[in-house]
């Protein structure tokens, strides 16, 4: 009897030793944070301060923050539905309410409407639009609006930050899809053509998220439901995927309010006409020959007379590198650096002169002079 009851004891010991072990092990009462993938003993064992925790319903809640203000925005060209792209109520006052796309959606647009989340399809009025900045601004009845975008900020951003988008790939049968991913790239610079012609540089965000036709001029958001950028593009080649570019916040408030007024932006010139330094064959037929070291910048074409580059000094055959010691590539670049001004500022040009660096003050005028 005895030796029974010994052995009931030590089975009744390693019972409760057994169970207090486990209770440690996964309630962890002592321990710092929650289990996680580190170890059974969560933070026990690996430091919970820079812990990353993903909620999945965060995205979720951040959609219902900014869903009811994404519209599908049609382009009808005569009586045919001739394209379909995104916005976003971003701004409304008591008589309207105001809605941002990319300025490629709506061009040459006879009339515009845009469907809301309820289905109302509603008439709306485009203000003003940009190509270079590829943003234009429309506005409906105050009383149609559903939902006010929050403007965000990229300052901020990092590599990796969660993201994701709204709007309409494909037209109506995918309305207001919402996609998501994270910021792959921050401040790309994307060579885009604008009027067929002319090249312009674009300063972007890359992200993964998918973006389709359809897709542009809809909200960028970050994971707190706020907008920091208007999607703009996709680069579609066979070999690569999941590579989105959106313009950045800042760029498209820049001059939201010319837009809203109806203005044209009013932007600078140097008063030169140009051509790539690498564009050696062009150059030879107006007479000018490079040493074979200099192989980026614009060469001066010609200088417009009266102009600020001619009162700088400036004379063809000069090879502009830098404004305001920030480097100038190829024209594209110049356009790109040089739209960060208006007009009457006055920059540092730095440029080669029979192989020697010099520098010189230009005031800008205005491109339309």
């Not at 004891?9 to 030793?17: G, H, K, S, T």
């Not at 809301?116 to 234009?136: P, Q, R, S």
């Not at 890359?206 to 950028?229: K, R, W």
Request: glycine letters at 10%; charged letters at 20%; proline letters at 2%.
């Amino acid at each position: 009897m005895r030796g029974k009851i010994i052995n009931f004891a030590i089975i009744l010991c390693a019972f409760l030793l057994g169970g207090g072990v486990m209770y440690l092990v996964i309630a962890n009462p002592l321990g710092q944070g929650e289990t996680n993938s580190a170890g059974l003993l969560g933070c026990q064992y690996t430091s919970c301060e820079n812990r990353v925790i993903i909620d999945n319903t965060g995205i979720s809640a951040a959609v219902d923050k900014v869903y009811d203000a994404v519209v599908m925005v049609k382009n009808f060209q005569g009586n045919q539905l001739a394209s379909t792209g995104s916005g976003f109520v971003y701004k409304v006052d008591e008589k309207y309410g105001y809605i941002m796309t990319n300025e490629h959606v709506v061009e040459d647009a006879t009339s515009i409407t845009v469907v809301m989340t309820n289905e109302k399809e509603v008439e709306a009025t485009k203000l003003g639009g940009d190509e270079y900045l590829d943003i234009a601004v429309l506005r409906i009845p105050v009383s149609e609006v559903l939902q006010v975008a929050t403007i965000g900020s990229t300052e901020d951003l990092k590599l990796g930050d969660t993201i994701f988008t709204i709007g309409s790939p494909v037209g109506e049968e995918y309305y207001n899809t919402v996609t998501s991913g994270i910021i792959s790239g921050i401040d790309r610079l994307v060579t885009v053509s604008v009027n067929s012609q002319s090249d312009w540089i674009m300063k972007v965000s890359q992200v993964d998220a998918a973006i389709n036709p359809g897709n542009s001029g809809g909200p960028l958001l970050n994971s707190n439901g706020e907008v920091i950028g208007v999607n703009s593009m996709k680069l579609v080649d066979s070999s690569v995927e999941g590579m989105g570019f959106s313009i950045k916040i800042e760029d498209a408030m820049a001059h939201v309010e010319e837009l809203e007024n109806s203005q044209e932006i009013e932007r600078p010139a140097l008063g030169i006409t140009l051509l790539n330094a690498s564009d050696a064959r062009a150059l030879m037929s107006y007479g000018i020959s490079l040493p074979n070291d200099i192989t980026s910048g614009v060469v001066v074409v010609s200088v417009v007379s009266g102009s600020g580059a001619s009162k700088s000094g400036l004379e063809k055959g000069d090879v502009i590198t830098k404004i305001d010691d920030e480097e100038v590539i190829n024209g594209a670049y110049l356009k790109y650096v040089l739209y960060k001004y208006n007009p009457g500022d006055k920059i540092k040009v730095t440029y080669l002169r029979d192989g020697d660096e010099k520098t010189t003050t230009v005031t800008l005028t205005k491109a339309s002079d």
